[in-house]
């Protein structure tokens, strides 16, 4: 390491609760499968976009809580429209994988197809976060890391298509599904890390530019959180009939 490469710190805490976000959002994106093969019609167009928007909602504040959880010597602020524009990548991931394994017949090629187009909605999502940040330091990106990290966003969406599809049908044991999104909400951080790991920062007198950057406090990603917490467990709650498709009524003789 340079000798004047800023020496970056992690909030274990902070850390922590990005990994049981990604818990969270992993049983939320099994539950979700469910949901969209059971809807028919307009119903099933409704659940893809809400149930892709839920998902997304909760990697994404998976990967700035993790981002936040970073620190640098030096203040940090964040572009809002890159940050929403990571957002927008993390719902449109989370379309694709509802979409794949919500069709009444998946094969090998959609699994990979799917997996592909996530991984690339993944990878995407946490370097254009990256891109958001603003501070009077310069970043330098490990080419290693950031394949590492990009092979680990395939395999964990290959996984998570995989275990998704296997999971959608309700008459599984919601034990094994709790346990299959503790392995999930593991993996999905996995490749978050990893891609941080990629990256190291030295100072520069040159001041960065400023337009549209916000600070994200305390409470700002305790509201992030919570807002989070609050969508998910909303989608959770919805009845199952709402999305069960209804059996015509029987004529009385």
């Not at 602020?77 to 524009?85: D, F």
Request: aromatic share 8%; hydrophobic share 55%; net charge neutral.
């Amino acid at each position: 390491m340079n000798s004047s490469t800023l020496a970056a710190t992690y909030d274990l805490r902070l850390v922590i609760l990005s990994v049981v976000i990604a818990i969270f959002a992993s049983y939320a994106a099994l539950d979700l499968a469910g949901r969209v093969t059971a809807a028919r019609n307009n119903a099933r167009l409704t659940w893809l976009i809400g149930g892709a928007t839920a998902m997304g909602i909760g990697i994404w504040s998976m990967h700035y809580t993790g981002m936040l959880a970073y620190h640098l010597p030096v203040a940090v602020y964040y572009h809002i429209p890159t940050v929403i524009l990571s957002l927008v990548a993390a719902i449109g991931a989370s379309f694709v994988a509802l979409l794949v394994v919500s069709r009444p017949h998946v094969s090998a090629i959609h699994v990979a197809t799917g997996s592909l187009a996530m991984a690339v909605g993944i990878s995407g999502m946490h370097y254009t976060g990256m891109a958001s940040m603003r501070t009077s330091a310069m970043h330098h990106w490990d080419t290693t890391f950031v394949v590492l990290s990009v092979v680990i966003a395939l395999v964990v969406s290959l996984a998570a298509l995989g275990l998704t599809f296997l999971f959608r049908d309700e008459k599984h044991d919601k034990v094994l599904k709790g346990v299959c999104s503790v392995i999930m909400g593991f993996a999905i951080p996995a490749m978050h890390y990893t891609g941080m790991a990629a990256v190291s920062y030295t100072p520069m007198s040159q001041e960065p530019d400023m337009t549209n950057a916000v600070d994200i406090s305390g409470f700002a990603n305790t509201t992030i959180i919570v807002i989070t917490f609050v969508v998910l467990g909303a989608v959770l709650l919805i009845p199952r009939a709402v999305t069960a498709p209804q059996k015509p009524a029987q004529s009385e003789a």
